[in-house]
């Protein structure tokens, strides 16, 4: 059973148009986090969030973590192919606070 | 930029081999990690290291053993690959007092197992 799922899995949009991705549990989560990960790259940060109901904003994506904090989303407004890349959520699972990752959403704008 | 240096980046290696992974970080962090990520699982944690000689099994430890005798490396060892350890791997770290327990990954070695 994946503890984070993300949907959709691939999302194929063309530039200028706008798009939500969704990561849900149903787990509750101290904080959640969210990656772009581009080809033959590591995963890089975008965001951490780590209030119920906070919304964060980062140039054109604006994530929110849900009331409850099991779910999470990422919108892109006007996307741009450089948007194009796997987004990665991840929650912190046990103890020892490890990340745990959910599949990714392979997003790719065209131009 | 996190700090962390991977190798080898690419390697090809035949079955029943023995493979090290170096994952080298300069800035003393503490926590470091192992992963691996493959099409239709994401990314797993293999093991992780909270310090010098104390390190533990993440999700998918079986065929892999990890050493830690200075802070600055993390190696991660397939004592005999198979090919179901043909991956990515990415090593990761924890920097100390980073909201969320936020790690920052290298940018990957990619192992080929043939």
């Known amino acids: 059973t994946q503890l984070l799922e993300q949907s959709p899995q691939f999302l194929s949009i063309q530039e200028g148009e706008n798009l939500t991705v969704y990561c849900n549990s149903s787990s509750v989560f101290s904080s959640l986090q969210w990656y772009r990960q581009e080809p033959g790259e590591g995963p890089v940060l975008l965001v951490t969030?780590?209030?119920?109901?906070e919304v964060k904003k980062l140039k054109r994506l604006t994530f929110q973590f849900g009331d409850a904090r099991k779910d999470s989303s990422l919108h892109i407004t006007a996307a741009q192919p450089g948007d194009t890349g796997l987004y990665l959520c991840?929650?912190?699972?046990?103890?020892?606070?490890?990340?745990?990752f959910g599949k990714g959403t392979k997003l790719s704008v065209k131009p | 930029d996190a700090g962390i240096t991977q190798s080898p980046r690419h390697k090809v290696t035949e079955t029943g081999t023995p493979v090290t992974l170096r994952c080298h970080q300069t800035?003393?962090?503490?926590?470091m990690y192992w992963y691996r990520q493959d099409p239709g699982h994401g990314l797993r944690l293999i093991h992780y290291?909270?310090?010098?000689?104390?390190?533990d099994k993440g999700e998918v430890s079986d065929g892999y053993s990890v050493s830690r005798s200075k802070t600055e490396d993390f190696l991660l060892t397939l004592e005999s690959a198979t090919s179901s350890q043909t991956s990515v791997y990415f090593c990761?770290?924890?920097?100390?007092?980073?909201?969320?327990?936020?790690?920052?990954f290298g940018e990957g070695s990619w192992l080929t197992v043939v």
């Open positions: 991840a929650g912190v699972k046990g103890s020892q606070g490890n990340l745990i």
């Open positions: 800035e003393n962090h503490r926590y």
């Open positions: 969030v780590v209030t119920g109901g």
């Open positions: 290291s909270y310090g010098v000689k104390d390190t």
């Open positions: 990761a770290i924890k920097p100390r007092g980073e909201a969320g327990n936020t790690i920052y």
